[in-house]
């Protein structure tokens, strides 16, 4: 079955200090991996996409990364604003367009 | 419209009562999708269509659960019979075919007592 696994379940960091949040995967022939982000009562916003191992993409304070097995999204110097559940999604292959998501992380910034 | 448009924004059902949530998608986007969201979880899959023809539903959890979009645009998801299980966030969400970036709605968020 299709997992995917992201760490820390939640996270609180200082304005300005930053971290990085991870998301493992299982899938085999991955078509894409996104990550999105989760305000309270509101619905996920999409962040990124990322197609093949050693792709970057950068938005603002965050920067998103893929290996072969995994994912990081890299914040920098974050703002409360930043605050949020952070999700990642994998699509696995064939040929649905279902997305399987991970818990998320929660993260906190404090000022 | 500019979202993704969710209706009810809230339900209250009792246990046994049929509901019924609606999804207005973004203009032109082809692709449709049913998620559910549990508390503290990320959202699991329920169906998906692709103009009015509904391609995976693998992820609705019994037959209990229903899902049309008769003219490719508006998506209605029927619950019969609801339990207190069902009790989550149905999302919605809308896409260009191919592109996993989607939109999500705000969401409907089902209480069964």
């Known amino acids: 079955e299709d997992q995917v696994t992201q760490s820390p379940e939640a996270l609180r960091l200082q304005e300005g200090e930053s971290s990085s949040l991870n998301c493992s995967y299982t899938?085999?022939?991955?078509?894409?991996l996104f990550w999105y982000r989760q305000d309270p009562g509101k619905g996920p916003e999409f962040l990124f996409t990322l197609y093949s191992a050693g792709e970057e993409k950068e938005k603002e304070r965050l920067k998103a990364t893929l290996t072969k097995k995994e994912s990081f999204l890299h914040i920098t110097a974050p703002k409360p604003e930043d605050s949020a559940t952070y999700l990642c999604a994998v699509q696995p292959p064939g040929g649905s367009e279902k997305l399987v998501f991970g818990k998320g992380t929660k993260l906190t910034v404090n000022p | 419209g500019a979202g993704v448009s969710q209706s009810p924004r809230y339900k209250v059902a009792k246990r046994g009562q049929d509901v019924a949530l609606r999804c207005d998608p973004i203009s032109g986007h082809v692709s449709l999708f049913w998620y559910q969201q549990a508390l503290g979880q990320g959202p699991e899959f329920l169906t998906y269509f692709q103009n009015e023809a509904q391609l995976d539903k693998s992820g609705l959890p019994s037959d209990r659960f229903f899902a049309e979009r008769p003219e490719g645009s508006v998506s209605t998801l029927k619950i019969q019979r609801t339990q207190q299980e069902d009790s989550a966030v149905y999302l919605c969400?809308?896409?260009?075919?191919?592109?996993?970036?989607?939109?999500f709605g705000s969401g409907t968020r089902l209480t069964v007592v």
């Open positions: 969400a809308s896409s260009l075919v191919g592109y996993g970036g989607y939109t």
């Open positions: 899938v085999s022939g991955l078509r894409g």
